[in-house]
């Protein structure tokens, strides 16, 4: 098996494997999402039978105080009627039995107190239990989103490591192709049509983080997506940077180094918009005013040979 099929075979593994990971991360992800989801579910069961047992307390709770009304007013009546056949017998008779009265009246406005405060308690107990499960409910949905997002960033770590060992390998390949075919290739319209579809995509999904300090001050900081593509064009045009770079004696021999190449006007733009960088000495590049000269240097430090571009 010659190199070229190692590295195909190579390059097909990788594939399958990334393949793999993101079908097990895909099943991680839908299982946390079911048991997210089973999680409200039972939740909202509890709720709703907290709710119905409250429900029906309450309806107990309702049927007991008619109840004791009812009881009330059947004694008073069952009280008047024998005071009306007593009356014109003793005095104290009736006085007592209005005393038993009073008693009675008493005793049921403590009963009812005492299950009014027993409503509001259970109520305030289903309202805490609610409340507990909300909370639950809130902590379990931020503990499966962090492990999701766990989980798609070791996918992305793989994808990276496999994008790298199949540039390394297709820069090996490169490499044996002899310096005839190399020197052939190394055109503004040569490195475009091998590589512009690559970067292109890459562009699109790709994030930036720099932050470069001088003596303890930051100097040139930013992050997040690379600038909209048709921008940086639009300002540099590719095929005459590469031709800039070109004529300072640059050679490009691969993926990697037409990224990293091209990928350095992203900068170049943000410290235009930036003087004090301009000033400060950052990258070596004597400390100037004017724009156009730092642009120059920027450049003519990027084509130096032995040191790789800045992205």
Same mark, same amino acid.
């Given at each position: 098996?010659?190199?070229?099929?190692?590295?195909?075979?190579?390059?097909?593994?990788?594939?399958?494997?990334?393949?793999?990971?993101?079908?097990?991360?895909e099943?991680? =992800?839908? @299982? &946390?999402?079911?048991?997210? $989801?089973q999680h409200? /579910?039972? !939740? *909202? +069961?509890q #709720?709703?039978? %907290?709710?119905?047992?409250?429900?029906?307390?309450?309806?107990?709770?309702?049927?007991?105080?008619?109840?004791?009304?009812?009881?009330?007013?059947?004694?008073?009546?069952?009280?008047?009627?024998?005071?009306?056949?007593?009356?014109?017998?003793?005095?104290?008779?009736?006085?007592?039995?209005?005393?038993?009265?009073?008693?009675?009246?008493?005793?049921?406005?403590?009963q =009812?107190? @005492? &299950?009014?405060?027993?409503? $509001?308690?259970?109520? /305030?107990? !289903? *309202? +805490?239990? #609610?409340?507990? %499960?909300?909370?639950?409910?809130?902590?379990?949905?931020?503990?499966?989103?962090?492990?999701?997002?766990?989980?798609?960033?070791?996918v992305r770590?793989?994808?990276?490591?496999?994008?790298?060992?199949a540039?390394?390998?297709?820069?090996?390949?490169?490499?044996?192709r002899?310096?005839?075919?190399?020197?052939?290739?190394?055109?503004?319209?040569?490195?475009?049509a091998?590589?512009?579809?690559?970067?292109n995509e890459?562009?699109?999904?790709?994030?930036? !983080?720099?932050?470069?300090?001088?003596?303890?001050?930051?100097?040139?900081?930013?992050?997040?997506?690379?600038?909209?593509?048709?921008?940086?064009?639009?300002?540099?045009p590719?095929?005459?940077?590469?031709?800039?770079?070109?004529?300072?004696?640059?050679?490009?021999?691969?993926?990697?180094?037409?990224?990293?190449?091209?990928?350095?006007?992203?900068?170049?733009?943000?410290?235009?918009?930036?003087?004090?960088?301009?000033?400060?000495?950052?990258?070596?590049?004597?400390?100037?005013?004017?724009?156009?000269?730092?642009?120059?240097?920027?450049?003519?430090?990027?084509?130096?040979?032995?040191?790789?571009?800045?992205?």
């Amino acid at each position: 098996m010659n190199t070229l099929e190692h590295a195909e075979k190579f390059i097909a593994e990788t594939e399958v494997q990334i393949a793999e990971h993101e079908s097990a991360a895909e099943a991680w =992800i839908q @299982r &946390i999402e079911n048991q997210v $989801e089973q999680h409200r /579910r039972t !939740a *909202e +069961e509890q #709720i709703t039978k %907290i709710h119905e047992q409250q429900h029906k307390e309450r309806q107990t709770a309702e049927e007991r105080i008619q109840l004791l009304h009812h009881g009330l007013a059947e004694h008073r009546e069952a009280v008047k009627e024998q005071i009306q056949r007593l009356q014109n017998e003793l005095e104290e008779q009736i006085q007592r039995l209005q005393n038993e009265l009073a008693q009675h009246q008493e005793t049921v406005s403590e009963q =009812i107190e @005492r &299950i009014h405060s027993d409503i $509001e308690e259970n109520s /305030r107990n !289903a *309202e +805490e239990q #609610i409340k507990n %499960i909300h909370n639950q409910i809130e902590e379990q949905h931020d503990a499966a989103a962090n492990q999701v997002e766990r989980i798609r960033e070791q996918v992305r770590r793989y994808r990276e490591t496999a994008e790298e060992h199949a540039e390394r390998i297709r820069a090996q390949l490169e490499e044996h192709r002899g310096s005839e075919e190399r020197t052939e290739q190394n055109t503004p319209e040569a490195l475009m049509a091998r590589f512009d579809t690559r970067y292109n995509e890459r562009h699109a999904g790709s994030t930036v !983080a720099q932050s470069h300090v001088i003596n303890g001050v930051e100097i040139l900081a930013y992050s997040g997506k690379l600038l909209p593509l048709a921008e940086i064009d639009e300002k540099y045009p590719r095929k005459e940077w590469l031709q800039n770079l070109l004529d300072r004696n640059v050679t490009i021999r691969n993926f990697n180094e037409y990224w990293q190449y091209l990928s350095a006007r992203d900068m170049l733009m943000r410290i235009e918009k930036k003087p004090r960088v301009w000033t400060s000495g950052l990258f070596e590049i004597p400390p100037t005013e004017d724009w156009e000269t730092y642009q120059e240097a920027y450049i003519a430090r990027l084509a130096k040979p032995g040191e790789p571009p800045d992205a």
